[in-house]
């Protein structure tokens, strides 16, 4: 391969939500340098790539920042910073600011008011959200943008970060990249389970399904402590199109209910978790499919819905023309497979009120920043906000240190290994797929209702880690495929830690998001713990946190 070394300032790996806008906030405070490697093309990458018609977290008139946190807190049964919640939500109306001012089409009424969607939420027309973000990113003159790099690992000693390793994809060079300070923004894991719709179709997926975890599993591998990986995601989507049901729920008013057409979500709660929880549960006693309830809505509101899921979900409009409106039929709802996912529970990186991680140097925002449920996309540009100015304070404390070579070595080699490996028993799709099918059944997948025991987390701990022997003897072609045997690798490290974290929450908290059966109810004790872990020496340590040194009180701010 070969070789080439770069420095910068701050390095900020992923070009997503979070990450554009950490680049903005330290450009407008500075002249030091950024560098920013994105695994695509930051004009269309993470989870705003097809655009949104709405952004969900906005704290609207008569509403408080603290009542955000409240309704965050509420929504996650009490596993949150609250510190953390409270210092995103103070900057949530101001992001949302900035983001009109680069251009963003926000609706508003007669008066010049935002249009809001519930107290939380205001429309917009946001099909171009990303490219704007993008495009402001690129005319930023000590910005620096390199697409189509692949970020594997983190260059930490004696617990600071001081580069990382990757390589183009398409130029096939391998870079040591060493920086004063690093901003992980990579985004959630998918692909961990066994998806919803399998074989072809296995792409439509409620998250990114390029988004593999990356900068957790480069975090857990440099020692860095992580959070609440037990508290998965599953969000409930329109069956088949995976498309979002906020739209339908809080926009159309519109009902869960049964084949019965019985009326069930106020019977199991209406938290994120126990929305999905009561439709499994209906589904499992026989009295599913089940549905939204829009059949016989207004004229207007189905033209106003079909409009709204062509900026986000345009396969479900395409639906709808083709087998029947909403106006005429109910949508039918159904679970995801489990996700790990920052921006919508408290999974990631553990971090402080500047979102700096436990590793020196290395701040973490958007999705891979635990604690903090609830950002959707102010949150991740607000977290970019913090990280930036917290990174750019530390690099004006530290000197670029070297990375030293028998470290580079040691990545290049690994890489050079896996181009250069003689044809093994498997490729690197069956062993993901193996990987999917040990966490769907034996890790609370679609499969076993999202249930698991603890002897089957003993079978799939045991199966995931011989995949991850296996891994060893995968060999790419090109630079492309070696980016798939670094991905699979990046899902099994989580799945090991997502196990781990399983295990150690001896408790049933979010029946909809896991259902502990050798431990079916609350636990006390586990309602003031956070689960947090640390890979030492080769073996995941359970650090147990007082949720209460976490929380703010009034007078504080």
């Known amino acids: 391969m070969v ?24 450009a407008e405070r500075s002249d030091a340098n950024v560098l920013i490697c994105e695994k695509a093309n930051i ?49 949530l109306n101001s992001v949302t600011k900035k983001l009109e001012e680069l251009g963003l089409v926000i609706l508003k009424d007669e008066n010049g008011k935002y249009v809001s969607r519930g107290w939380r939420n205001i429309k917009i027309n946001g099909e171009n959200i990303k490219p704007l973000l993008a495009e402001a990113v690129e005319k930023l003159p000590n910005v620096s943008v390199m697409n189509r790099i692949n ?17 183009g994809i398409e130029s096939g060079i391998f870079y040591i990249i060493e920086a004063k300070a690093i901003i992980v ?12 719709n399998p074989g072809f179709s296995r792409h439509k997926t409620w998250y990114p399904p390029f988004n593999t975890g990356a900068g957790y599993a480069m975090g857990i591998r440099a020692g860095a ?7 998965r995601f599953i969000a409930l989507r329109c069956k088949d199109t995976i498309a979002p049901t906020g739209t339908l729920a809080q926009g159309a008013g519109a009902k869960q209910v049964n084949s ?21 549960s209906e589904n499992l006693a026989g009295r599913g499919p089940c549905y939204l309830q829009t059949k016989g809505i207004s004229a207007d509101l189905e033209s106003d819905l079909m409009k709204a899921y062509l900026n986000m979900a345009p396969s479900q409009t395409l639906r709808w023309i083709e087998s029947g409106s909403p106006l005429r039929q109910n949508v039918e709802i159904e679970g995801t497979e489990p996700y790990i996912v920052g921006g919508h529970t408290a ?25 903090c449920p609830q950002k959707y996309v102010t949150g991740a540009l607000a977290e970019g906000e913090i990280a930036g100015i917290s990174a750019l304070g530390y690099t004006g404390l530290r000197d670029k240190k070297e990375i030293p070579e028998e470290l580079a070595a040691k990545h290049i080699a690994e890489a050079e290994k896996f181009l250069s490996n003689g044809t093994g028993l498997y490729s690197t799709e069956q062993l993901e797929e193996a990987m999917q099918t040990v966490m769907d059944s034996y890790a609370g997948g679609i499969g076993t209702g999202y249930s698991f025991n603890e002897k089957q987390l003993d079978i799939a701990e045991e199966r995931i880690s011989r995949l991850e022997t296996l891994s060893n003897e995968l060999r790419a072609e090109d630079f492309h495929e070696l980016m798939f045997i670094y991905e699979l690798r990046e899902r099994l490290t989580i799945c090991e ?55 703010v009180r009034d007078d504080e701010r």
């Open 225 to 231: 402590e992580m959070t609440s990986f037990e508290m």
């Open 43 to 91: 004009k269309r990458s993470g989870c705003l790539a097809a655009g949104v018609n709405a952004l969900n977290a906005y704290i609207t008139d008569g509403h408080t920042p603290r009542d955000y946190v409240e309704y965050a807190k509420h929504d996650a049964d009490g596993i949150v910073c609250e510190d953390l919640l409270l210092s995103m939500s103070e900057r």
């Open 151 to 167: 970020i594997t690992n983190l260059a930490v000693e004696n617990n600071r970060v001081f580069g990382a390793f990757g390589f």
């Open 497 to 551: 830690s997502v196990i781990a974290h399983l295990r150690a929450r001896r408790e049933t908290r979010w029946a909809g998001f896991s259902h502990n059966l050798d431990h079916k109810e609350k636990d006390e004790k586990f309602g003031k713990l956070f689960v947090n872990s640390r890979l030492e020496n080769g073996e995941i340590k359970i650090i147990l946190r007082d949720i209460s040194k976490r929380q």
């Open 347 to 371: 999974s990631g990186y553990w971090v402080d009120d500047n979102r700096a991680t436990t590793v020196e140097g290395l701040f973490a925002c958007g999705d891979v920043a635990g604690g």
């Open 3 to 26: 070789i080439e070394k770069l420095q910068t300032d701050i390095l900020i790996i992923g070009g997503g939500t979070a990450g554009c806008y950490a680049a903005l906030t330290i």
């Open 260 to 280: 019965l057409g019985e009326i069930y979500e106020n019977e199991y709660g209406l938290t994120t978790s126990q929305r999905v929880f009561g439709t499994t």
């Open 185 to 196: 923004a990579t985004g959630g894991a998918a692909g961990l389970y066994k998806p919803r």
